[in-house]
């Protein structure tokens, strides 16, 4: 499982609230990524990180910030939640000998 | 901006069936990979391929770069295989993957005992 864990894996908010998620790795890989996957959409990338302070926009990323400033954590933030960010958001490292994407439990987030 | 197209999107069989799930995708890439998601539950990497066939226990995943297209391929299938199984490619060609994926929409795959 490449070691990735996130918090919360659930958590219902209210609309114009802020949250924070946490992705935590434990094996030191540069590349992060965070995904949310809705249906009818699938999976689409938010905002990435190629290393501690370096973080690039996915193609959803308004409503959305990131942070890093460590290797192990990658931090996503709603500044002010919305009921069209209510989705699953996936957590990604990218590792291993052939590059592959490995992928955190989810955290299901409700927002009313 | 690469586009990926999974077909069918849904597909339910009989266990013991061949099961077959395509994918083609809009712009040259390095890699693709194919994910399972069971109900509920987080998402595996099952296989990425650049090239020819790779084949993992009753999977088999094969690509033909020239004509941008990938299969992935159910020997004897088992009601434990019932899952949405997602194609993925690198978001750009000069990415190579690093700056994230672009996923199909997924086949939802059920077989029946």
């Known amino acids: 499982d490449a070691g990735i864990t996130q918090s919360p894996r659930h958590k219902v908010t209210e609309t114009g609230t802020p949250v924070t998620l946490r992705c935590h790795q434990t094996e030191n890989h540069r590349y992060m990524y965070w995904y949310r996957q809705d249906p009818g959409h699938g999976l689409r990338l938010i905002h990435y990180s190629y290393g501690v302070k370096d973080t690039d926009k996915g193609e959803v990323s308004d409503g959305y910030s990131v942070s890093r400033s460590k290797t192990e954590d990658f931090l996503l933030t709603l500044e002010s939640a919305t009921s069209s960010q209510t989705s699953v958001y996936f957590c990604a490292i990218r590792g291993g000998l052939d590059y592959e994407q490995y992928f955190g439990p989810g955290t299901r987030l409700t927002v009313t | 901006k690469n586009e990926v197209e999974q077909s069918p999107q849904n597909l339910t069989a009989q266990e013991g069936e061949f099961i077959t799930i395509n994918c083609s995708y809009s712009v040259g890439i390095s890699a693709l990979h194919w994910l399972q998601q069971h109900p509920g539950g987080g998402i595996v990497s099952l296989f990425m391929?650049?090239?020819g066939k790779k084949k993992h226990g009753r999977l088999i995943a094969t690509i033909n770069i020239q004509e941008k297209h990938s299969s992935l391929h159910i020997t004897a299938s088992h009601p434990r295989d019932s899952a949405v199984y997602i194609c993925a490619v690198p978001r750009t060609y000069s990415g190579g993957g690093a700056d994230g994926l672009t996923f199909g929409k997924g086949t939802h795959l059920i077989i029946q005992p």
């Open positions: 391929l650049s090239s």
